[in-house]
């Protein structure tokens, strides 16, 4: 793709351009590009700093824990990534998590199969979004009202069930999701202690490409995904072309439901306890990640690439500034400040 | 050069009340981007008249009053006001200086009083804090001014359209405006809502105010209007004295005779087979009874004022908006029409009037939007979109429908409106619709671009399809339609052969008062 092809229109480059991955506007596609290569400096900035303030940051020990304490970021950023695109909110991921994990734990504990109840608790998830998407689609609620009651309803629920008390003694094989890591590698040194090569990939993070990938191929290569641009583009002209705009919009919500829940069982397989006061303003670092990620809040505009950069670099943040001793006060006005000045970025950007 | 002396030196007559010039444009002109929607227009105003302005949709109507009001700055020709040459800068700078515009759709804020409204943003103060008092009272003397009966207390989301338009007009007083510009003022009123207005139109000529109207209701305009001037086409037609015309010679200076070479030859002759035949379609409250025939190859017209019910029709047979009751059949088949999607896999398309708001998803591309309709036949049975037969069908239709794009994948934003409009008529074209209603279709697009558009429709028709043309520019139903169906408030008062019609005749059936002119007009 050269500017040549941009800038003539004598010959239309359509005919050398299906094959490729991301059809998708030239110049949108060009100014995507600046966006991402803007986040993604800023994401290697972020790691040349920390790395040179503190010695433990560039390690592959580190890396795999950046990238499981992103994970939850991650799928609650792609859930969001999506409803977002449609033009709505859904604020209610952090609660819905908490019922999710607490259900799940509870079915376990009451002698369900590990699996079983994990299953469970996305379903528990799903079915919060789908109440989400039908009060927005049905009832005609704004996302945002509509999602701030069910931030309350879910985490009532959750504290209600389980008596506002921790659920634990799960069992080894409910902290399997969490902890597990594949190609784990591990010696038995000379002197009997086990010495880890290399620490594996986590459960959690080979889900989280998992559902990246398949989220991100499902928006840009399927009709949903089409239908969901347009919809957040323009709903009444997506209608007018015969696009079921409600059913488009209820798969967003249950789509960040579901990933709601599963976030939920993967943190609590990660403590092996079930807290119904986990994951509290989660839905905050969510709607951060995408809108680090170039998502619009007005809708039509953002990809799941870009909340992954997103999460990493709120992730990143958050570890470096641990690791450099940076009070959890002093994160989050940083944290504050980045989101302000990314989303001002990309408003002088679009102003052009 | 005076209006008076350009047409043609009509009895010069001067009502008592009538005083000063207060207000002249000479030789005014504004261009758009390809359009010319004032060519040297010249207007006058006199204190305590009013001055009508008519013409057809596009004569440049809007155009004046937004360069009277400030909100356009004009290319060309000079502005005097009370005597010196002005030039406003914003609507604002025009307001402070006495010109207060009334618009179509009013500017007030439900949720505040009718006092507060009067006062927005000009609140009389007692240090801090808004003088209650005082706002009340200045409200109330406003009000009383103008002899309407509404409390300055009363929410104006409480108000009627006719109240709120007082509202409007006490706060223009209220502003010490010397020229007040009323748009279509009595298009959402009632009889006597209408008389009520006339009263205080003719308590502000007492004051001395001079007043600009413009409305399509040449009727009404008896009670109050002292002058009227006509525009056509951008150019200023003429000027006379109120009393020394008639509404029919009005009209013809209109119209004009300029149906010249806008419109390409029709190359096609509608046949009989019926396409589509709708009867007794009704939305309580929009549109009643209302029933006509599409047949193969033809382009039905549907001609009326704004507001007629001829765009609601359209939705509502497309599914886009509810029925209450009426039949819709294709060929002998009765079909139901739930939701455009079951419009569309019937073969029906309606191209919006408002392109941007519901038409186009202007942040996708080119190639997006066109094959937005048809994404079923574009992907496999897992929803895979094949993107090499999405970019060929686009292509296909860019091609033939020259849209210009840089791109395939250029962002529908970014192109002008004749091509936007020609990527959603593609839209309809690549989903093989067999039937396409089209709303306004030229509205806000350049003349070339016009040109394309009308022969696309009729290259169309010549393919077999059944076109519906929602058109405020006669012209455009008299060049390109067989027939013409005319809206007048929710009905069809009358279902013309365009051949035999005139626009005067088309005018009267849309106006309501159904009395042909046109020797020979016949209803099929």
Redesign the interface.
Same mark, same amino acid.
Do not use: W
């Given at each position: 793709m050269s500017d040549i092809s941009t800038s003539t229109n004598s010959a239309p480059p359509s005919a050398r351009e299906p094959g490729e991955p991301k059809a998708r506007m030239m110049n949108d596609k060009k100014k995507d590009l600046i966006q991402k290569f803007a986040a993604l400096a800023s994401l290697m900035l972020l790691v040349a700093v920390f790395a040179m303030t503190s010695d433990a940051f560039l390690s592959v020990n580190n890396g795999m824990t950046i990238a499981l304490q992103v994970t939850s970021i991650a799928y609650l950023g792609i859930g969001a990534t999506c409803v977002i695109i449609t033009g709505g909110i859904d604020l209610s991921v952090g609660s819905v998590l908490a019922l999710a994990g607490v259900v799940a734990a509870l079915a376990v504990k009451a002698g369900v199969p590990v699996p079983l109840g994990m299953g469970l608790g996305i379903l528990v998830g799903a079915f919060c979004g789908l109440l989400n998407g039908l009060c927005v689609t049905r009832l005609k609620l704004p996302p945002f009202i509509a999602t701030l009651g069910m931030m309350l309803v879910a985490r009532g629920v959750a504290l209600q069930i389980t008596g506002a008390r921790a659920v634990s003694g799960l069992g080894e094989s409910f902290g399997e999701l969490g902890n597990g890591a594949l190609f784990r590698v591990v010696t038995i040194g000379d002197d009997g202690f086990p010495n880890v090569v290399f620490p594996g990939i986590p459960y959690p993070v080979i889900l989280m490409v998992v559902a990246a990938i398949g989220v991100a191929v499902m928006l840009s290569r399927t009709t949903l995904g089409r239908h969901i641009y347009a919809v957040g583009s323009n709903a009444e002209a997506a209608r007018l072309s015969g696009v079921n705009v409600a059913r488009v919009t209820l798969v967003t919500y249950i789509l960040s439901g579901s990933l709601a829940g599963l976030t939920g069982c993967v943190l609590m397989s990660r403590l092996v306890t079930a807290q119904p006061n986990e994951g509290v303003m989660y839905e905050l670092d969510a709607i951060a990640s995408a809108v680090i990620g170039g998502t619009s809040l007005i809708g039509g505009v953002g990809t799941i690439s870009g909340t992954a950069i997103g999460a990493f670099v709120i992730g990143i943040l958050r570890n470096g500034l641990n690791m450099n001793g940076v009070s959890a006060f002093t994160q989050q006005i940083i944290i504050g400040l980045v989101i302000l000045l990314t989303v001002w970025i990309d408003q002088i950007r679009n102003r052009r | 050069m005076t209006p008076s002396t350009v047409s043609r030196a009509l009895p010069e007559f001067q009502s008592a009340a009538i005083g000063a010039e207060v207000l002249r444009l000479t030789n005014v002109s504004k261009h758009f981007p390809g359009v010319r929607a004032l060519d040297e227009v010249c207007f006058d105003l006199r204190r305590g008249e009013v001055h009508a302005v008519c013409g057809e949709n596009g004569a440049g109507k809007s155009t004046l009053m937004k360069i009277i009001s400030g909100q356009y700055q004009p290319d060309g020709g000079s502005i005097a006001y009370k005597g010196e040459a002005r030039r406003f800068a914003n609507s604002l700078d025009a307001e402070r200086a006495g010109i207060a515009i009334i618009h179509q759709e009013l500017n007030l804020i439900p949720h505040l009083s009718v006092a507060e409204n009067i006062y927005l943003a000009r609140e009389p103060k007692r240090g801090w804090f808004i003088d209650r008092a005082t706002l009340r009272r200045d409200a109330q003397a406003c009000l009383d001014r103008l002899g309407v009966d509404i409390r300055p207390d009363a929410l104006v989301k409480s108000l009627s359209v006719a109240q709120c338009q007082m509202v409007e007009i006490a706060k223009a007083l209220s502003l010490n405006a010397e020229i007040v510009i009323m748009d279509e003022p009595t298009s959402s009123l009632t009889e006597s809502e209408t008389a009520l207005l006339f009263q205080v139109i003719h308590e502000l000529k007492r004051e001395g105010v001079g007043i600009v109207y413009i409305s399509h209701r040449l009727d009404e305009m008896a009670a109050i209007v002292d002058r009227v001037t006509v525009l056509r086409d951008g150019r200023y037609v003429s000027t006379h004295d109120f009393a020394a015309t008639s509404v029919d010679d009005i009209v013809a200076r209109m119209v004009g005779r300029s149906l010249e070479e806008k419109f390409p030859e029709r190359t096609s002759v509608p046949t009989d087979e019926v396409l589509l035949s709708v009867s007794g379609l009704t939305r309580r409250g929009v549109f009643h009874d209302v029933g006509f025939e599409l047949r193969r190859g033809e382009i039905l017209g549907f001609a009326g004022l704004m507001g007629a019910g001829r765009t609601e029709v359209a939705r509502a047979i497309?599914g886009?908006d509810p029925l209450d009751s009426g039949r819709i059949r294709l060929g002998d088949r009765e079909i139901t029409v739930r $939701?455009?999607?079951d419009a569309? *896999?019937h073969g029906l398309a309606?191209l $919006?009037e408002d392109r941007k #708001? &519901? @038409? !186009?998803?202007?942040?996708? $591309? +080119? +190639? =997006?939007n066109l094959t !937005?309709?048809t994404? *079923?036949a574009? #992907?496999n049975r897992? @929803?895979?979109?094949d993107?090499?037969a999405?970019?060929?069908a686009?292509?296909t239709y860019? *091609?033939l429908l020259s849209i210009?794009?840089? $791109?395939? &994948? =250029? +962002?529908a934003k !970014?192109l002008s409106g004749g091509n936007q409009q020609k990527i959603v008529i593609g839209?309809w074209l690549l989903r093989q619709s067999r039937i396409l209603f089209f709303d306004e279709p030229t509205r806000g697009i350049d003349v070339g671009a016009k040109f394309a558009i009308y022969q696309l429709l009729d290259r169309l028709a010549a393919q077999g399809i059944g076109v519906v043309l929602i058109s405020s520019e006669l012209p455009e139903i008299l060049g390109l339609t067989d027939r013409v169906a005319v809206f007048h408030e929710g009905r069809i008062t009358a279902v013309l052969n365009t051949r035999d019609t005139s626009q005067e005749e088309i005018m009267h059936h849309a106006s309501g008062h159904s009395r042909p002119t046109a020797p020979g007009a016949a209803t099929p």
């Open positions: - | 497309f886009a $939701s455009p999607r569309i *896999d309606y $919006s #708001s &519901h @038409g !186009l998803a202007i942040k996708m $591309s +080119v +190639v =997006q !937005l309709a994404m *079923d574009m #992907s897992f @929803g895979f979109i993107f090499e999405e970019a060929k686009a292509k860019i *091609d210009r794009t840089p $791109s395939p &994948h =250029q +962002v !970014l839209k």
